[in-house]
Every structure is written in C-alpha cells, then in structure tokens.
Antibody, heavy 126, light 107 residues
Framework: EVQLVESGGTLVQPGGSLRLSCAASGFTFSNYEIHWVRQAPGKGLEWVSNISTSGTFIHYADSVKGRFTISRDNVKNSVILQMNSLTAEDTGLYYC???????????????????WGQGTLVTVSS | DIQMTQSPSTLSASVGDRVTITCRASQSVNTWLAWYQQKPGKAPKLLIY???NLENGVPSRFSGSGSGTEFTLTISSLQPDDFATYYC?????????FGQGTKVEIK
C-alpha cells in the first residue's frame, strides 16, 4: 500500500524557518516525482514545488521561489521541504503527493497527483 | 501562469441528481486536466486524470469531458458519499494550478 507521511509542521514566528519531511513507503520511491501542495485554512489547493526522480530537476511556485528548497533522499525514501523567511501567507496544511512515474528515462502521469499524504500543519504567527 | 476558474462555487443538490461542474482555463491546457474530491479533514483524492480517465476504484457515476479551455465533471446520480468539495487542476510546462473549488452541498 502506498503511504506518504508528512511531518515537521508546527508554529513558527514570521521570518523563521521550518523543515518539512515526507516519508514514503509501499512503492518504488526512486521511480516517482514528488510534489508539495499546500492548503491555507478554509481555502483551496496551491501547488508549491516538485522534484524529479533523481533530484536533478526542481520547480517552484512563484510564491515560494527563493525561500523554499526541495530535496530528496532515494536511500531513505524521503523528501524534504526547507522553508525560510516564512510569512503568515505560508500558513496552511502541507501535503506531499506522488507525480510522474519514470522508468528508463520516460515519465508517465506527470500531469496529476495520484497519491497524497495526510498533511502537516504549518502556522506562521507571532 | 494559467488560471483555472470553476463554476459554480457552491452547488446544492439532492441524492439522485445529475450534477455538472465546469472548469475553465485562461489558456489551452490540451487535455491535461484532473479532478479531485476532498472531504473535510481529509487529503484530496484523485478522481479523473487526463480529462476523462477514471482513476482505479472511482465509481463509474463520475465522468469527465472537455478539451482546450473548457472541461466538465459530471456525477450521473449523486450519492450521499459524494457531498464534498471538488477541484480541477491543470498541468502546463512544469506548472500545476488548481481551480478554487466547488462545494457540493445537500439540498
């Protein structure tokens, strides 16, 4: 069974930093691109960032570019989202999700998010 | 960035009703359009990908159609388990964006 478990969310002051983790199991992690998607309280979904299977290719939403850094460890089957210079607008539930499935250099299903974790809550407030 | 607009924002319907939700893109996304269902306190669940492909395990009363800039999600006969919020999502050149959501409420 595919499992994604996020952790690291907590209350942090504006301007502070936070490191979120996504631990994966139940599938061949190194074959999947991984995304972070967030949801502000009572609001809709916002894509944040993604990372390719090898970690070579990385993309960010404009709203987090220059402040967030995504990385992965294919030995530990985990993805990290390092969040710096946090503001109140970064408050929300952060989900990790699977993206494209890649084998032999070809990726399929890159356009949607098939499996999701349950999320970790980040609150930026003084 | 491509903007996604869903209509309506809220929909009141009864069990057994046929329900249609529309999603419009600010520019063509070809058929790279997915639909998700989210219930309170839960993660989103993939229903449909690439406009009309039903995810494994999703009931056949859900269907999707469209292309270019206009897409629809249809629930042929609304069931009690379907009351939730639905999001469309597009993909275009390493950018993924969601619609604002449509809440399906009990009438």
């Amino acid at each position: 069974e595919v499992q994604l478990v996020e952790s690291g969310g907590t209350l942090v002051q504006p301007g502070g930093s936070l490191r979120l983790s996504c631990a994966a199991s139940g599938f061949t992690f190194s074959n999947y691109e991984i995304h972070w998607v967030r949801q502000a309280p009572g609001k809709g979904l916002e894509w944040v960032s993604n990372i390719s299977t090898s970690g070579t290719f990385i993309h960010y939403a404009d709203s987090v570019k220059g402040r967030f850094t995504i990385s992965r460890d294919n030995v530990k089957n985990s993805v990290i989202l390092q969040m710096n210079s946090l503001t109140a607008e970064d408050t929300g539930l952060y989900y990790c999700a699977t993206g494209g499935h890649c084998t032999s250099g070809l990726c399929h299903d890159v356009a949607h998010f098939q499996h999701w974790g349950q999320g970790t809550l980040v609150t930026v407030s003084s | 960035d491509i903007q996604m607009t869903q209509s309506p924002s809220t929909l009141s319907a009864s069990v057994g009703d046929r329900v249609t939700i529309t999603c419009r893109a600010s520019q063509s996304v070809n058929t790279w359009l997915a639909w998700y269902q989210q219930k309170p306190g839960k993660a989103p669940k993939l229903l449909i990908y690439k406009t009309s492909n039903l995810e494994n395990g999703v009931p056949s009363r859900f269907s999707g159609s469209g292309s270019g800039t206009e897409f629809t999600l249809t629930i042929s006969s609304l069931q009690p388990d379907d009351f939730a919020t639905y999001y469309c999502q597009q993909y275009n050149t390493y950018s993924w964006t969601f619609g604002q959501g449509t809440k399906v409420e009990i009438k």
